[in-house]
């Protein structure tokens, strides 16, 4: 099967300080904010009152910070996580500047940190990541730690069934 996402992106590749902007943007639409919102059943009339919100300082609906998490997130796996084992910790979450439906989001990544883990064909590597509306805004930080595959241990049985 073809590389999707290319070969530098197991634990080795990643650099402390090394930066990415991730290819792909995401447009949020209606169906984000209404599916997750109502999920995990938060009924705040920021998200779903578009009359009341009308009447308020933003205008209009917001997007549920959770969901512009997620899409930052779901942007940066491609690269960050391809050859990821386990999601270790999700942190220091900021929802910096509102989201409206029909906002464009992109999403930046820093590598903050990388060490070994408890396994010897995998090691740790701790991600900044960034989200920006088509504007330029940061809307969204947050910090991931993620258990990444070893070249050295796992690279020779992934290109087997090519």
Do not use: C
């Not at 029909?102 to 990388?114: C, E, F, I, K, N």
């Not at 090691?123 to 920006?132: A, N």
């Not at 509306?133 to 993620?146: A, H, S």
């Not at 050295?152 to 087997?160: G, I, N």
């Amino acid at each position: 099967m073809p590389h999707l996402t290319g070969n530098g992106n197991y634990f080795e590749d990643f650099a402390v300080g090394a930066r990415m902007r991730h290819a792909r943007g995401s447009t949020v639409g209606e169906v984000e904010n209404q599916l997750l919102t109502k999920l995990v059943m938060n009924s705040a009339d920021a998200h779903y009152n578009e009359q009341k919100m009308q009447a308020l300082p933003f205008g209009q609906r917001l997007v549920f910070g959770l969901i512009t998490g997620s899409i930052v997130i779901g942007l940066a796996t491609q690269d960050t996580a391809e050859n990821a084992l386990a999601e270790l910790r999700l942190d220091r979450l900021e929802f910096r500047a509102p989201v409206f439906l029909g906002d464009t989001v992109t999403a930046y990544t820093q590598v903050l940190d990388t060490r070994d883990s408890d396994r010897e064909d995998a090691g740790i590597v701790r991600f900044k990541h960034w989200g920006l509306k088509q504007d330029g805004t940061i809307v969204f930080e947050g910090e991931r730690e993620v258990l990444i595959k070893r070249r050295s241990h796992w690279a020779k049985e992934s290109h087997a069934d090519e």
